[in-house]
Every structure is written in structure tokens, then in C-alpha cells.
């Protein structure tokens, strides 16, 4: 799903002196050049940079870095004076965004959302025949004409409605129409806007933004990342009223550079997606996971983040994608882990320690002695994994869950050791099927452990068997 490029010249209101350039925003790159014909100038890429364009109109470049200049050429013989700044965030409006400004409501789709998001029985096609052509005599002729009939069921365009943390959620289809010479065509398209209580700044609303897109992405096993964001001052209902009252100015497109997602998109299928909304039974654990999923974001954050990046790696078998995986199933929130010795039992076995290595070396440092012995109580990551796993098989069962995936887990802890300390697999003599085995095994735990508390619907864990990170069940 990728947006159009935009290459237009423009015009800088920064300077107060109009320099004229160019504005090149792509999936990869956005970067602005500024040139000067008469002198030497210098664009503040710490403050936002607002340039109007030649269709009117003005887009506000934030996140700015200098990629070079200022310089200076001569061409002609006369000099030229250029600066050229990359963004990771434009906004485009009939006006500026400035700083202070807050977002109200946003809409926008993303990558995947209509597999993520597959609605069946929304449009209807039908085909008549008929016998519409007569003779001067009103007799009918044998010609057969073929009707093509759409039929729209408008209930079911509402998908999904929930209220997060003053944010009220919505998650519909739109649609596209258009005819041809040969049949009319419809398409739908899932969208999802939210309404903040309270503005949002414009730092701030991508991260909700981002959460949601991350719930569903996991839903169906691929990354992805926002798209087509529209961003405004008013609410739905505000944007409603003024657009009846022929007063609406307008939104705000905004455009970022997301990393690749890594994969073919068509791979994904529906049939194994964790969330679905194909029914009102479905729709309604899909909101109710939602709420939970946004509701936990705050200690979930950068479980969110490296879960993403695990399924950007999809495609490759390498240490990179073991350790992710690793950094993902670590980030995870968990209950608390009961220390094997309490504060008190540390503090006492620390004191007799350093009575005894005092014994033998007066100048031994007492903080390292205790560090060591906290060391001794702590959980391990093997004891982590065997203290995780059996919750895991006690939500979804033997079949989701078996019994090798434990021991799958731990070797890939010593696999991963082997790695991080820059030695190859031969030196731990693991093979590469031991290799292959432990990543899947460790994004299988970290996907099973990020959706175990989620109130799935009662369908969802016999889906999930063939869900892409799923894939663990299959090694023999």
C-alpha cells in the first residue's frame, strides 16, 4: 500500500527572504532543497521548517536533519547557494502545522488491514439476462442482454467501536466505485479513526496510532506500519458540523518513512488471523481485545516495538533474527518472579561471605561480593522460559503448545550465548536445524506470551494453529 510521490517546487516562508526549491517526498526519503541566486542563507533544521508549494499548498517539515550545505556552486558565471534537509515526518495542509497545535481525530489505514480486517457479505454481485431489444413490430428479437446488479449492505460497514483511555475508536470500510465498459465496480476498503477527549500533540497521537496498527499486524503475522494518515484540529462530530455548515478548511495529510516491512504482503490469510471481524461474535472480542491491548501500551511499549521488528526479519535466517526474537519474548511484562532468597537472606549470606573472604583477602571489595550472591537468587532466562511455557500450554492447550518447546526454548538460550560472544554455531556444535528450531520455538513462546492474556474469541485459538508464527509446530 504505498502512497504517491510528491516532487513539487515551492517556495520557503522561514527566512523572510522566499528562497525558492524543491520538495521530493517518497516511500524512502523526504528531502527539501533550498537555493539561493543572490546570497548565502541558512535554514534552522531544529525548528519547523513550513514551505508552500506550487498547488498551494503548505507543508510543514519536522524532524529535520541537515543532509548538506549550506554550499555554494558556481554555474554560468554566477554562484548558487543550496542547503538540503531530510525529515522522517511531513505535514501537509492549507496552512502550517505549528508546534502548539494538537491533533483531535485522525484517520488512516495500514499495511495488510484487508486481510487483518476482512469483511465478508458487505457487497453482494448478482447477474440477470433480459430481453430488451424488439423489432418494428414490437416482437422481441433474440438478443440476450446481461444485468449486472451490486447489491450494498451499509449495516455491516461498521466494523469495531471502542472507547480506550478518552479515545473512542471506530473502524470502518470505505469505498471506492467506479463504472466500466464491460461491469461496475465496488471496492472496500477498511479505515479506522480515532477521537481524542483531549488534543494530542503531534508526537504524541502517532503512538496510539502505532499500538493499534501493531495489534493488528501481529493478528495476521506480518509488520506493517500506518498509512493514507489524515490528521485534524476537530473531532468526527466537529469535522461533521462544519462540513454542514460549508465552513470544513480541510485535514492534514501526514507522511513519515517507515522501515520495509520486510515480506511479500500476500502472503497473509485471513483464516489464521488471531482477530477477525467477519462476524458480530468476532467483531465483539476484536474490540474488547483492543482496549486490553491499547489499555496495557504504557509497560507493553517496547515489547510493541521489538515485536514489530521480529516480523520484519520473517524472511531471513540469521543471528540478527534470534536475538530479536530474543529481545521481544524479554520485554514482555510478566508476573513476578519470586527471588530464591529474600533481602534479608542476601543481606545475611552477603555479611558471612565477606567475613570469610576478608579471611584471605583483607582489601576484597563487600559491593562485589553482594552483587555476586543477588546473582545467585535471581531468574535465569532458562528458569524464566521454564516458568512460562507451562501457563502458555495451560491457555491453549498440548496441540498449540507441546512439550518439546521448552526444551526448544532453553537450547536456543545457549545458542543465543554462543552467538552474542562472537563465536559460530560450530563452536557450540549445534546444527543448523538446532538453529532454525530455536528461533521459531522463541518467537512461537514470545508470540503465544504477547496474546495469552488477550480476551480471544472462543474460535481464535484453534485459528492460530496455522497463524505465520506459528510455524514451530511444523519442524520435525
Known sequence: MGEANIDLAGRELVTGQNHSGRLTVTDREMRLRIISFDKPFQINSQAPIFFELENGQTATLLHCIPSSGPERSHRYGRSIFFQNVSSDLVIFGSQPWRLESTVRSVRFRFVGSEEALFAPGIIERRYETEDSAKDAGGNSIDRTFRKDIITIDYGRT??????????????????????????????????????????????????????????FALSIGQSSHPSEIRISHLTTAEIEAEIEATNYQGDFQVRYVWPATGQNDDDAWIGSAVLQVSDDRERSATAECLATWLNRGMDWRMAYRLMNEAMRKRGRIDRDRLLTAFGWFEAIPVEQYAPEFSTSDVASITEAAVGAARQLNPAVDASRIGSLIKMLGDESMAQRLRRIIPTLRAKFGDRLVPLRLEQDCVRAVRIRGTLAHGRSMNDDEASFQDFLRSIYAMECAAFLLTIRDLPLSDDAPARISGHPLMNYRFLT
Do not use: N, W
Not at 172 to 187: C, N, R, Y
Open 158 to 215: 461498521s466494523a469495531v467501536r471502542a472507547r480506550v483511555h478518552g479515545s473512542s475508536i471506530h473502524i470502518f470500510f470505505g469505498s471506492d466505485h467506479s463504472t466500466g465498459p464491460l461491469q461496475e465496480k465496488v471496492e472496500f476498503y477498511p479505515i479506522v479513526s480515532i477521537d481524542f477527549d483531549t488534543g494530542k500533540s503531534i508526537d504524541d497521537y502517532i503512538v496510539v496510532v502505532s499500538q493499534l496498527v501493531a495489534l
